[in-house]
């Protein structure tokens, strides 16, 4: 057999050593000859007469690296890729217009779509074969890249005519076609429809939705938490309680550094796919916050705060930025660095702490798991738990304050161990988008559990992101890593950073983030919105041009860009008594409702925003002086309650420069008797203005 790997020459670096991403950069040594997404690699497509094998993955990507070690490394296999085809590397994460675009296609072509993505097209961007992963030799069910490569060659040199007839209807197929606003906005009935279908997808014994692979999907449980709250139904917060608490004993979640992996490649949490996502953090934490929130229960807040632990420690640049992912693989094989036997867990522990970790987190000899491929026990265990601390502390007869202790000591010691362990590849590229979530889970935190620490965190992200990644004419940039700024930023970027702008300005009130915010909107309105189909296109009006100009509103592992502005677009509206954004944000759902009405179920983050349409909602209006003890009492006791469709404006007794002028209807509202004063407007209604802190929580009980 070929020998599988290319000596680290620098001599031998293709067109990729010159890119900052660390996916690209993983493939700079490969014998195949790589470009980045260029001009220079369509123009030497086109002057060769070549076709272009596209590559789409991400450095977190576990097939991606066995696709590269199988074939990409491969010398027989790279060359007849630089033989037949001009090869371009896409980071999914820089570039995912090209990802969505070419995604479509796959998905149209096969009925599946993943990574890593593999598509042959022309020299003009028009696809004729479209796939994922491929291996290197042939099998019954897969053509091998050895003889793929070689039939496309021949194809192109033969049949050239028929492969771009393909391409064009290929084209003609997937390219979404003028959308109509219907006019029908979705009502209570898609929100009634949206539970039932989630509860009938709802696994009762393992907890989560669906089948394996299980992943998170948090905007499924921030809207049940939302359904119940409007409804009072049992079974809606049953759902969501019993799945993050699922979460977090399963081997999905880190029990020695924190934070969670990707997704659970079976049913009940136990074995994940190890690569952690920085998304996922900020979305986990956001909904583990809300759980807080609306049940009192003190372990959804320690839940977040170990996501803050692991996220601020190890995820966190000098400067502010958040880092965009951790890989599963280390010493190329999967999950080891998170593994433990028990002779390892022997040596590390004394002896009455072993035999307690045994019995919290399940390891057994010959391992606690299966392997994936041979469905045998490797003698490695996944820590995980399968009772509740209350549970096992009574089982022991310890206090569970005693045994919360005693698995921190545990904790620490193994942590202290792992950290000498060959570490996973960290991405470190800093997006605009999951930076903006992670400022909303740092805001809405700091406000649930009162604590400065994370809005100082929230501020000096979205700082960062302002100075570094906004433009001089108020446009932004996706990408910063490495000192280098990156890539026009697309919807996404727009739509999380705003949401995180306008959490933060509810968490400190200074006007500076909620303006950043607005201008934002404003940028993305005037770049991206579709003024005769409605709603928001994925990329601006000046973009580089791709095959076509989509536009998404599917929520899968992380909310979409429409579904999140829509959201925003109503919060501002109401923040700014400006009811032309509300009026947008009724267009844009007017535009899904034909598709976001018989399924619900994939447009859960949307439906927050049809939730806050139908209401109740409400404005409320804090007006005292900024640092004085009874001010910061009433909005910490405003901030207790779990009331998700509601804005909080403070107003200053005190003249605070341009703060008057971006609120004007709040120029009236006062303090009453010199006391720290409340004013709640619910569905354009508006009571009589409270300072007695028993009336405040009398009518925020009505409100919850």
């Known amino acids: 057999m070929q020998e599988n790997s290319n000596e680290l020459n620098p001599e031998k670096a293709n067109k990729l050593i010159r890119e900052k991403s660390p996916y690209l950069l993983q493939h700079a040594y490969n014998p195949v000859d790589w470009y980045p997404w260029s001009e220079e690699a369509f123009t030497k497509a086109k002057e060769e007469n070549k076709p272009i094998f596209l590559s789409i993955g991400y450095s977190t990507c576990h097939w991606c690296h066995v696709m590269e070690k199988e074939s990409f490394e491969n010398l027989n296999v790279a060359r007849l890729m630089n033989e037949n085809f001009v090869s371009i590397k896409v980071d999914r994460e820089e570039r995912p217009d090209i990802d969505s675009t070419y995604m479509s296609v796959c998905q149209a072509l096969t009925g599946r779509g993943g990574w890593p993505l593999s598509i042959i097209m022309t020299p003009d961007k028009k696809p004729f074969l479209a796939t994922t992963y491929i291996p290197r030799e042939s099998r019954p069910e897969l053509t091998g890249m050895l003889d793929l490569v070689p039939l496309i060659g021949d194809m192109w040199k033969n049949k050239k005519e028929e492969l771009i007839s393909n391409a064009e209807e290929i ?32 696994d009762p014994q393992n907890a989560g939705f669906g089948t394996a692979p299980k992943f998170p999907t948090p905007h499924n449980l921030a809207f049940l938490l939302r359904y119940w709250k409007r409804s009072n139904d049992p079974d809606a917060l049953e759902m969501v309680e019993n799945t993050l608490q699922a979460m977090r004993k399963g081997g999905v979640y880190d029990h020695v550094g924190h934070g969670f992996h990707r997704y659970s490649t079976d049913q009940n949490w136990l074995v994940p796919h190890f690569e952690k996502m920085l998304y996922d953090q900020a979305l986990l934490a956001i909904t583990y916050t809300e759980a807080f929130q609306a049940t009192d229960n003190p372990e959804y807040k320690k839940n977040t705060e170990e996501i803050f632990t692991y996220v601020l420690r ?62 045998r026990k490797t003698g490695k265990n996944i820590l995980h738990l399968k009772a509740a601390i209350q549970d096992i502390a009574e089982k022991h007869g310890k206090e569970p304050a005693i045994l919360r202790d005693a698995m921190e000591r545990i904790r620490d010691k193994l942590y202290r161990i792992r950290k000498e362990r060959i570490h996973p590849l960290k991405d470190d590229k800093i997006m605009t988008d999951w930076n903006g979530l992670m400022i909303v889970a740092l805001s809405k935190a700091s406000r649930a559990f009162n604590a400065e620490n994370y809005k100082d965190a929230a501020a000096q992200t979205a700082d960062f992101i302002l100075s570094t990644m906004k433009k001089a004419d108020g446009s932004l940039y996706h990408r910063y890593c490495k000192g280098e700024v990156a890539f026009e930023a ?53 973009a580089e041009e791709l095959i076509f100009r989509n536009k998404e509103i599917y929520d899968g592992a992380i909310p979409s860009g429409n579904s999140v502005a829509a959201l925003n677009l109503l919060q501002l509206g109401r923040i700014t008594a400006d009811t032309e954004l509300e009026k947008m944000a009724h267009i844009l759902m007017s535009t899904f409702s034909k598709q976001v009405t018989g399924m619900p179920l994939g447009y859960t983050q949307l439906m927050l925003a049809l939730d806050f349409v139908v209401g109740p909602s409400a404005e409320i209006v804090v007006v005292g002086k900024r640092d004085s003890p009874e001010t910061k009492d009433t909005i910490s006791c405003i901030n207790n309650y779990f009331i998700p469709n509601k804005v909080l404006i403070f107003k200053s007794a005190e003249k605070e420069g341009d703060s008057e002028l971006l609120f004007d209807y709040t120029r009236d509202m006062e303090m009453k008797g010199g006391k720290t004063t409340v004013h709640i407007c619910q569905d354009y209604n508006c009571n009589l203005p409270l300072n007695d802190r028993k009336e405040i929580r009398e009518l925020l009980d009505d409100l919850k």
Do not use: C
């Open 490 to 542: 697309f919807l996404e970027d727009h739509a999380f950073l705003i949401w995180g702008l306008i959490e933060l300005y509810q968490a400190g009130f200074e006007t500076k983030y909620l303006k950043a915010a607005m201008e934002l909107n404003q940028q993305l309105i005037e770049h991206f919105w579709d003024n005769e189909g409605g709603a928001f296109f994925h990329t601006r009006d000046d």
């Open 171 to 202: 084209i003609a197929a997937v390219s979404p076609g003028k959308q109509e606003k219907t006019g029908n906005e979705p009502g209570i009935e898609v929100l009634d429809r949206a539970f039932r279908q989630l509860k009938k997808n709802y």
């Open 314 to 375: 190890d995820m966190r640049s000098e400067d502010g930025g958040f880092f965009s992912a951790e890989d599963a693989d280390s010493e190329g094989e999967e999950g080891k660095f998170y593994l433990w036997t028990e002779e390892e867990l022997q040596q590390a522990l004394d002896k009455d702490e072993f035999e307690l970790s045994r019995d919290i987190f399940n390891t057994q000899p010959e391992g606690n798991f299966h392997d994936e491929a041979t469905r």
